[in-house]
């Protein structure tokens, strides 16, 4: 495949409103566009060489360009000039390669144009403790820690180090002082980056993602020393975050980990996108936990757990917290999403009726 070919089949993307391309042998380019994979009407099925020059053009000049024979999956950055930048994931699938490329603006979102509740610039100004913004693959989760960046930077003179895998948004000193680190070329690993970043004098530290217990234990740490650290999981929502992160340590350490994550977690935020109502692009539906006197005893206590629903709930008014179902209620009153796109994506959807119901 020509490499002007290739970079058209992007830029048809991009002006689409996709958030992934793909390519693979056997099948036309397809563009996720509202949850859907649709494939392009214009250019023919791609063959094995045309997805091996595809990944030969992505992954020259890396690092591992030198076994590129022996690829069997890699996450990599690429670059249009003029257009936008990719997180690109290179993998082998019946002895040939195949691509995912998702889109990566080259404008950093703001808070507010990403649709999130205000409530998220107040979490953007804690200056220590533990931040989550958790959600399934594609929920919007690299764009909300962008956002927080960016505010951060345009507001805190501070020194804020990122670590990768790879670099997506690409951010420039305003107030702040950025060192943005990827994994494999930077630093070999998050908990090699994050141990490390823990001497680099930082204010804020962003962690891509938290994948095991000592990820977790070393954000832990920064957050006890003072560091606000700003992190991702892949899970739905606040309860299933925490037990997630208790279930990564063995259970002898675990009543520890409850002391030291009541300690020093700030917020949970828990996203999911949805079509919008008329076509019109995507937005986030967003579950908000602020970790409150009362959220840091339910998570000391194994047997409170069932109680956090309920604080989340009733801590609206005075701490701007969320239930998704909640969130659904609104944006389905305000006439951004239909009521069968919430009652599809409600946690309950008798919960869903019962907050329509009692909000009219």
């Given amino acids: 495949m020509q490499l002007d070919h290739f970079h058209q089949l992007l830029a048809q993307g991009v002006r689409a409103g996709a958030s992934d391309v793909h390519f693979r042998p056997g099948a036309r380019p397809s563009y996720r566009i509202r949850k859907r994979l649709i494939p392009s009407r214009n250019f023919p099925v791609l063959t094995p060489q045309d997805t091996a020059e595809l990944a030969q053009e992505v992954v020259q000049g890396s690092a591992v360009a030198a076994g590129f024979d022996g690829l069997r999956e890699v996450d990599l950055s690429y670059a249009v000039a003029g257009l936008a930048r990719f997180r690109v994931n290179v993998y082998r699938q019946r002895g040939s390669l195949g691509l995912v490329f998702r889109i990566i603006p ?73 060192s943005q680190r990827e994994i494999g070329i930077d630093t070999e690993s998050f908990v090699s980056g994050l141990r490390a970043a823990l001497r680099q004098d930082p204010d804020v530290i962003l962690v891509g993602e938290m994948r095991d217990a000592e990820s977790i234990d070393i954000a832990l740490k920064a957050a006890e020393t ?13 309860q299933r975050t925490i037990g997630r992160i208790l279930s990564s340590f063995d259970p002898r350490d675990q009543a520890q980990v409850r002391s030291r994550l009541s300690e020093n977690l700030q917020a949970i935020i828990s996203q999911r996108l949805l079509p919008r109502d008329q076509d019109h692009g995507m937005c986030p539906a967003v579950e908000i936990l602020r970790a409150t006197e009362a959220v840091r ?33 609104r944006l389905y009153r305000d006439g951004v999403i239909s009521k069968e796109i919430a009652l599809q994506a409600a946690t309950s959807a008798a919960d869903f009726e019962r907050n329509l119901h009692f909000d009219g």
Avoid at 146 to 170: K, Y
Avoid at 228 to 234: A, I
């Fill in 106 to 178: 080259n404008e950093i979102p703001t808070l507010e144009a990403l649709g999130l509740p205000p409530i998220v610039q107040h979490i953007a100004n804690v200056d220590r403790g533990l931040v989550l913004v958790t959600g399934a693959t594609g929920a919007g989760k690299s764009s909300t820690l962008a956002g927080i960046i960016r505010h951060i930077n345009e507001t805190r003179m501070s020194h804020i180090v990122t670590i990768e895998d790879p670099i997506e948004f690409l951010h420039k000193n305003d107030k702040a002082s950025l």
């Fill in 297 to 329: 005893q339910v998570i000391l206590e194994p047997t409170h757990a069932g109680a956090l629903k309920e604080l989340i709930e009733e801590g609206g008014e005075a701490y701007g917290m969320q239930t998704f179902d909640q969130h659904l209620t």
């Fill in 226 to 238: 003072g560091h606000v650290v700003y992190s991702t999981l892949h899970t739905t929502d606040a």
